[in-house]
């Protein structure tokens, strides 16, 4: 009789319900890039912790946005789930098998069982592989376990999943390299004045350097294209003071050396119609950097930009530029990034003035037989000789009586 009570009692009582709480892995870093052809590149990491029993699971379905270009960007997307809680991800411990995005979906669901075991943390592991497409330069992509209905469970009426959703990790460019524009340390710090006609006047230093990548991303680095400067004027009448814009690259000493120490890439005139354009006070002067070396990962490489003024003038004065978008590669701004600070790196301000007078050469006091008299000794020496000149006129015009009594 007591055993028919107690099997009354159990049916009467629902089991104890278990909970699977989902988190995002503090193994998750900041937002990078990640070149072409990497592989089994992890995206995100999640943590899975069981509480009041342990927890069946079916399924479990990785969402991510961008999905159109996710099919161009992802050839591979693999899943791994701690069953063992070690930390480590065996390749016994992947879910299902590999997947690819098909362009249209933004999750994929990979449908193999795991238990997560009660009081335990366990990690789940997304990796991907990046084709070699070039049109995935540029793209980037955030990995989520986006509800609590993407973790398909064995027994829903009894066991649930908690967790603040989406639960999602930081984003993932498709890069070649990253970059950073920077001024120089030989960058002039105060304005100046030159003069007409003055040549090879440093105008402005400045550094391109090539970043290393955040983990866990891979970059490559920079094969310089082309390199834009701008020269700002007053108006565009002062634009015909300038004559001449020149690149260099540095010899490492940020000292502008340009018949000794530089060497030059390229110089840029106004007969170069398609490399130097006039909008308004503004010139703008593309110059070919496709002779430079590649900076590599984590290097630098320093240039100079020198100006040539028009020995006639106008007076007027200018500020060289050069813009982070004004720096281009071989594989353009969305395989090669260059972060946002600075925008640009500018000159201080050059003044064109008209060469400054000779001084004129005093003659010697005395030489070629000149008296030494000063200015003013002369004019009263020559009011005398006027006086007796007057004097003797006089006394020749009257009678002889007269000047005999005179004399």
């Known amino acids: 009789m007591r055993l028919l009570i107690v099997l009354a009692f159990l049916i009467s009582c629902p089991l104890a319900a278990a909970s699977l709480s989902v988190n995002l892995s503090g193994t998750n870093g900041p937002s990078y890039a990640t070149q072409l052809g990497s592989t089994n590149m992890q995206v995100a990491r999640f943590v899975a912790q069981a509480s009041g029993g342990d927890v069946l699971c079916n399924a479990l379905t990785v969402h991510f ?32 098998t590999s997947q690819a995005p098909n362009g249209t979906d933004n999750f994929l669901t990979f449908t193999e069982a795991f238990t997560a075991l009660q009081g335990q943390f366990h990690e789940v592991q997304v990796l991907v592989t990046v084709t070699a497409n070039a049109a995935a330069y540029g793209e980037a992509f955030r990995f989520r376990i986006d509800a609590a209905a993407s973790i398909d469970l064995d027994d829903p009426l009894t066991d649930s999943v908690t967790g603040t959703f989406p639960v999602q990790a930081n984003t993932v460019t498709i890069r070649h390299s990253e970059n950073r524009l920077q001024p120089g340390t030989g960058n002039p710090t105060s304005p100046r004045t030159v003069s007409f006609g003055a040549t090879n006047v440093a105008a402005l230093h400045f550094i391109v350097e090539s970043l290393n990548p955040t983990p866990p991303g891979q970059l490559s680095g920079i094969q310089l294209a082309t390199i834009s400067a701008s020269v700002t ?16 690259q540095d010899d490492g000493d940020s000292a502008f050396e340009p018949g000794s120490g530089e060497v030059l890439i390229q110089a840029r005139t106004p007969s170069d119609v398609a490399a130097w354009s006039v909008a308004g006070s503004v010139i703008t002067v593309t110059f070919d950097a496709g002779t430079v070396p590649a900076i590599p990962t984590g290097q630098v490489r320093a240039f100079w930009i020198s100006i040539n003024f028009n020995s006639s003038g106008p007076q007027t004065s200018c500020e060289v530029t050069v813009s982070r978008t004004g720096v281009l590669s071989a594989l353009g701004a969305a395989a090669d990034f ?59 015009r009257r009678p002889d009586s007269t000047r005999k009594m005179v004399r």
């Open 65 to 96: 946005d961008n999905a159109a270009n996710a099919a161009i960007v992802f050839s591979g997307v693999r899943v791994f789930f701690d069953a063992d809680h070690n930390g480590i991800f065996d390749a016994t411990e992947e879910l299902a």
């Open 233 to 248: 004027l007053p108006s565009s009448l002062d634009t015909a003071a300038v004559t001449r814009l020149a690149l260099w």
């Open 338 to 396: 260059f972060i946002a600070t600075p925008p640009l790196v500018s000159s201080n301000v050059i003044s064109l003035r008209p060469k400054p007078p000779k001084p004129k050469s005093k003659e010697a006091q005395g030489e070629g037989g000149c008296s030494t008299i000063g200015a003013p000794g002369r004019f009263w020496a020559i009011c005398v000789l006027v006086g007796c000149f007057g004097l003797i006129v006089r006394n020749r």
